[in-house]
Structure formats: structure tokens, C-alpha cells
T-cell receptor, first 114, second 110 residues
Framework: EAQVTQNPRYLITVTGKKLTVTCSQN?????MSWYRQDPGLGLRQIYY???????DKGDVPEGYKVSRKEKRNFPLILESPSPNQTSLYFC?????????????FGSGTRLTVV | QQPVQSPQAVILREGEDAVINCSSS?????VHWYRQKHGEAPVFLMI?????EQKGHEKISASFNEKKQQSSLYLTASQLSYSGTYFC???????????FGQGTTLQVKP
């Protein structure tokens, strides 16, 4: 089944403890992206990647890191999480290089930083 | 620049129609529409391209006015399953980078 897989689905952590949210897609998509969703603000882009080893900042990149060493994986790293990073996170992918197509989203990761 | 959606919320009875609008201050290459049900991931509905081409599925239609940088999503004869939050995503240039609006919550009642 074609899908984007995120892990974990739920995570509660303490301020300052490094964490990684994984994202993997099995559709050979070039483009991958991370969004955070907060009430009333919609989906805001954190980072995106056009291809392996090519990443760029989205609209809210502060406090986050990403890497794209393999085409299928695009992990999101929070080096020192803070409570304002409590949010619902989505990973998405698309085959944008083959023409305009919609995004496929992962199931989401609900992160709570205390 | 985040696109602006209107209205913020809509309540309908089954069988009624609704229109959701999305407006951008930037020249757009494409507009996407997604629906998100509570607790779930957004699901792709439709893409509208500069020049008029549309790609999508389901019994939902949309328009894209390139001159005004506006798009509208038309939900006709609404069903209970149409309930959810609708997001437009705008692409400036053929980059694959989408910026989403703040969402429109649609509730369809029996």
C-alpha cells in the first residue's frame, strides 16, 4: 500500500530532551515536507526537501532540523524541545518532479513538551 | 504569504450546497484542496493549475481565477461525510512548495 509512515503517533517529552520523529514513504517521491498544525493557524511548513541531500527552510524552521540521506526517509529532529513546540506534526510527500500532484500525508505525530 | 480562506466555518443540512473561497496576494501556479476529518491526516481532493487544467477525484468541483488569484471549492448536495476542515494550499511557481490557508470547518447535519 502506498503510504507515508510517521513514528511515533504520540510522544510526551520533557523540555530539552532531544527527539527525532521519523517519516518514511514507499512511493519513490522526490519531494517531502514537514508541517505543524496548531488550532486556528492551519498547516505551517517547517522544512522541505526537493531531493536527496537537498533541504530548505519553510515558514517556521526555528528549533527544528532535518536531513535527507535517503530518498524514502525524512526525519524531523528537535535538538532541544520547548513547550511552544507542542503541536500536531505531519509529514507529506509528492512526486512533484513528474508534474503537479497532490500531497500524501502521514497519520501525524502529536507531540507534547512539558 | 498565507492564503486567506472564507468563511471560517459553515453549518449545513444534508443536501444543501456550500462554497469555500481561497484568496492569495501572490501570483499562483497551482491551488490544492484538502479535507481533514477530526484526528486524521489531510486528504487530497483536487488540484487546479494555471491555465485551467484540473486534477482531482470525488464529486467535488472547483474553480481557479488566475487574474484574481482566487479559488473556490463547490460542495453540492452535501452529505454527512463531507463534514471536516477544508484547506487550500497555494503554490507560487512550479516548486512543489505549498502554503496552506487557515482552514474552513464544514459541519453537515442530518
Amino acid at each position: 500500500e502506498a503510504q507515508v509512515t510517521q513514528n511515533p503517533r504520540y510522544l510526551i517529552t520533557v523540555t530539552g530532551k532531544k527527539l527525532t520523529v521519523t517519516c518514511s514513504q514507499n512511493m519513490n517521491h522526490e519531494y517531502m515536507s514537514w508541517y505543524r498544525q496548531d488550532p486556528g493557524l492551519g498547516l505551517r511548513q517547517i522544512y522541505y526537501s526537493m531531493n536527496v541531500e537537498v533541504t530548505d527552510k519553510g515558514d517556521v524552521p526555528e528549533g527544528y532540523k532535518v536531513s535527507r540521506k535517503e530518498k524514502r526517509n525524512f526525519p524531523l529532529i528537535l535538538e532541544s524541545p520547548s513547550p511552544n513546540q507542542t503541536s500536531l506534526y505531519f509529514c507529506a510527500s509528492s512526486p512533484w518532479d513528474r508534474g503537479p500532484y497532490g500531497y500524501t500525508f502521514g497519520s501525524g505525530t502529536r507531540l507534547t513538551v512539558v | 504569504q498565507q492564503p486567506v480562506q472564507s468563511p471560517q466555518a459553515v453549518i449545513l443540512r444534508e443536501g444543501e450546497d456550500a462554497v469555500i473561497n481561497c484568496s492569495s496576494s501572490k501570483a499562483l501556479y497551482s491551488v490544492h484542496w484538502y479535507r481533514q476529518k477530526h484526528g486524521e491526516a489531510p486528504v487530497f481532493l483536487m488540484i487546479l493549475l494555471k491555465g485551467g487544467e484540473q486534477k482531482g477525484h470525488e464529486k467535488i468541483s472547483a474553480s481557479f481565477n488566475e487574474k484574481k488569484q482566487q479559488s473556490s471549492l463547490y460542495l453540492t448536495a452535501s452529505q454527512l461525510s463531507y463534514s471536516g476542515t477544508y484547506f487550500c494550499g497555494t503554490e507560487i511557481g512550479n516548486t512543489g512548495k505549498l502554503i496552506f490557508g487557515q482552514g474552513t470547518t464544514l459541519q453537515v447535519k442530518p
